[in-house]
Structure formats: structure tokens, C-alpha cells
């Protein structure tokens, strides 16, 4: 009965399947079939002149491997760090910037967003000369004030908040805009009841605004916390996961061991992993961050 349905209702609406139709053939052939394939790959001992079955060895490996363990380690950095320093600094900016007039709101909406329409290599380019141990702008600053310089991107112990500066300046854009868009959508009615009854800027933002833009720090939550798992290219090109793998991520560790180093099945299983903890992550966020939430 159920699969006679489904074929009627695939009949009666088959002009808006077909439009479907394009969207979801890319689907399968770019992130259905490859994800597929990566699974299957996790499996086997896959270089360029082997390739056969060993069932959850590459995962055995990977979780006594140190190197692997301190990427999953660095990667919750990222994600534990930046993700809610980045929707508090953005919440309070668009607290601050809703309140502007018209020309002065989408003045500092753009400066804020410039970076992510600006060649991320061009902007690490200059982030690597102010982080320059011999001729940095940050040393010169520091230096300023009678501050030895210091080795930003060298040092075991500066390396990660360094890129965690960076990756935070860079992911910016988006929350301020989104979050500024929705506290716009408030009425403003709520707003003067509040000021009649007493309350102060502060309570209007953490007892009204934020409660009615839920919705949207859900959105980014979930976001942010994705695309901090995801980072790569600032490690890349600033680091190199170095020192000492100190700031080397499971994204770069991927790359590493399939481009680099020709495992391809332990880089699958690697993505595997990484899929399994983001998915266990966004799934718990979404229960117990979503309750009380209407859309």
C-alpha cells in the first residue's frame, strides 16, 4: 500500500520531481556515491599498488596512532574554542550594529563579511607577516612595550591560538550578518515594552533578543562547529601542522596521508571517523539546543 502511494504521489507531482531531478543527480554522483566509496575504501589496505580487505585494521591503527589522537585533539580545540567565541562576538556586534542608522548598518556589515570574499591565501599571506617572528607587526606592537619577540607559528605553545585568532577573524562574516538580519525581524514593540517596564540594554539583549533569534544561533552553531572540523587551508599554508604536529587537524591529516603519502584507505577511514563525531555532535546539539525553538 505504502509503495503505491509513493508511485501516485510521484505521479501527481512528477513536473516538480523532474525540476528535482538535476539537484538530485548531483547529490548521488558528488556526495552520495563518493561518501559510499570512502566507507568501502576505510576497509581495505588502499595505496597505488595495493588494494585489498582488512576489515577495521586502518581504524585499529588510527586509534594508536599518536599523531591521528593529536589531530583529534587539536580539532576539539578549534571547535570547543571558536565556535562559541565567535556567536558571543557576533551576537554583541549585532547587537551593536542593528542599533545604527541604514548607511553606517551596512558600512560595517561589509567590513565585517570583506574576508570572506577576499582570497584566502592573500589574507594569509598577510596574517604570515604580522605573525613574522623577525619583522612581524605583532612583535613590533609588542616589542612597543619592552616584549621580546615571539616565535607565533613556531612555538608549541603559541602555534594553535595563533591560528585560532585567524580562523576566528575569518569566519566572522556570516554569523554578524545572519544574526543582524534576524534581530531586524524582531518587533519593535517588544522592545518598548521593555523600556517601559525598566530594563536595561542588557536584559533587552539576553532576556528578548536572544531568545527570539534562537532559530539562527542553532543555524550557526551547527555551522561553525562543522567548519571548525573542517579546517585545513590556514594550517596549510601557515603551518604546515607543525611543530611537532602541534597543530596539525584531522582535515590536514587526511590530506596528508592520502596525497602525500598514498594511504588512501586510512585516510577514508580517517573521514569516516570525522563524519561519525560530527554527526553524533550536530545530532546532540540539535536535541537538547532545539527544544522550545518555533519556527
Known amino acids: 500500500m505504502a509503495k503505491n502511494n509513493l508511485i501516485t504521489q510521484i505521479k501527481k507531482n512528477k513536473v516538480a520531481y523532474l525540476f528535482l ?16 566509496c570512502t566507507f568501502i575504501y576505510s576497509f581495505h589496505r588502499f595505496t ?19 599523531t591521528f589522537l593529536k589531530a583529534i585533539k587539536n580539532t576539539l580545540f578549534f571547535v570547543i574554542t571558536s565556535t562559541p ?23 560595517f556589515m561589509g567590513a565585517f563579511y570583506l574576508p570572506n570574499i577576499t582570497s584566502i591565501v592573500t589574507l594569509t599571506l598577510i596574517w604570515r607577516w604580522i605573525y613574522n617572528y623577525r619583522y612581524g607587526a605583532l612583535n613590533y606592537v609588542i616589542s612597543l612595550f619592552g616584549y621580546e619577540n615571539i616565535n607565533w607559528l613556531s612555538s608549541k605553545y603559541t ?18 550578518i545572519l544574526l543582524t538580519a534576524a534581530m531586524a525581524a524582531i518587533p519593535k514593540t517588544y522592545y518598548d515594552a521593555a523600556k517601559i517596564d525598566g530594563a536595561t540594554d542588557w536584559q533587552i539583549l539576553w532576556k528578548i533578543t536572544v531568545p527570539l533569534i534562537r532559530p539562527t544561533i542553532l543555524y550557526l552553531m551547527i555551522i561553525l562547529m562543522i567548519g571548525s572540523f573542517q579546517i585545513f587551508i590556514i594550517v596549510v ?16 591529516q587526511i590530506a596528508d596521508s592520502a596525497f602525500s603519502n598514498g594511504y588512501f584507505g586510512l585516510a577514508s577511514a580517517m573521514g ?24
Open 237 to 252: 599554508l601557515l603551518t604546515g601542522g607543525g611543530p611537532y604536529y602541534r597543530s596539525t587537524t584531522i582535515a590536514f
Open 48 to 66: 597505488i599498488k595495493t588494494y585489498r580487505f582488512i576489515g577495521l585494521k586502518n581504524y585499529i591503527k588510527l586509534f594508536q596512532d599518536d
Open 159 to 176: 602555534v594553535l591560538p595563533s591560528l585560532l585568532i585567524f580562523f576566528i577573524y575569518l569566519s566572522l562574516g556570516m554569523p554578524i
Open 85 to 107: 567565541t565567535i556567536l558571543i562576538f557576533s551576537i554583541l556586534a549585532a547587537a551593536f550594529i542593528i542599533k545604527m542608522s541604514p548607511k553606517l548598518r551596512s558600512l
Open 21 to 36: 531531478l538535476p539537484s538530485f543527480s548531483a547529490f548521488i554522483l558528488f556526495l552520495f556515491y563518493p561518501l559510499m
Open 272 to 295: 569516516i571517523i570525522l563524519l561519525f563525531i560530527v554527526s553524533i555532535l550536530t545530532l546532540v546539539q540539535y536535541k537538547f539546543l532545539s527544544k522550545d525553538i518555533q519556527y
